[in-house]
């Protein structure tokens, strides 16, 4: 790991970098839609998620550059709760991070008011797992999106 690990408020200026990084083949083999993702629609995502109040998205970053975007989504009969979507950048795999990111991460979402943080993970995806795992992540039943049953982790952000 090169020095600390930073959060930033991710910005449209990060829209290409999050692009490579989403097209990446084992970021698509591990998501719930494995289908490529055009420039057109990735630009447009990334716009309205900048734009939703109910989505916030940051950049973490540390001296040797950005190395992952982090993604709280609200639940509307949740507002306590949030989805946490992770997507750390392929040539930073291995090293880590994943841990140092989501405890950073869970911070910055307690410091917001967030109490509880969801990440819903494929089941093959041993790596994330293991991450969330290390991080304080509890796995609390398995659910299904689409034909495939995913695994749900929790943190309750009061009582870490």
């Known amino acids: 790991m090169a020095g600390p690990v ?7 200026a990060d829209c290409e970098l999050v692009f490579d990084w989403a097209n990446d083949p084992v970021t698509r083999a591990m998501s719930f839609n494995q289908a490529q993702i ?3 629609e990735h630009v447009a995502w990334f716009a309205a998620s900048l734009d939703d109040e109910r989505r916030q998205m940051f950049v973490a970053e540390d001296e040797a550059g950005a190395l992952a975007l982090v ?3 609200a639940y509307e ?11 750390l950048a392929p040539q930073r795999r291995g090293q880590g991070l994943g841990r140092a990111v989501l405890e950073l991460a869970s911070t910055e979402a307690a410091r917001r008011g967030i109490r509880r943080l969801i990440a819903r993970i494929r089941p093959e ?8 795992q290390r991080a304080g992540y509890e796995l609390r039943a398995e659910e299904p999106i689409g034909e495939i049953v995913a695994l749900r982790y929790e943190i ?5």
Request: no cysteine; hydrophobic share 40%.
């Open 77 to 87: 009969h949740r507002p306590d709760a949030a989805e946490i979507g992770i997507n």
């Open 38 to 40: 055009t420039r057109a």
């Open 156 to 160: 309750d952000l009061q009582n870490r």
């Open 125 to 132: 995806n041993a790596a994330s797992q293991r991450a969330f």
């Open 6 to 12: 930073t959060l930033r408020t991710a910005s449209l």
């Open 71 to 73: 993604r709280f989504s």
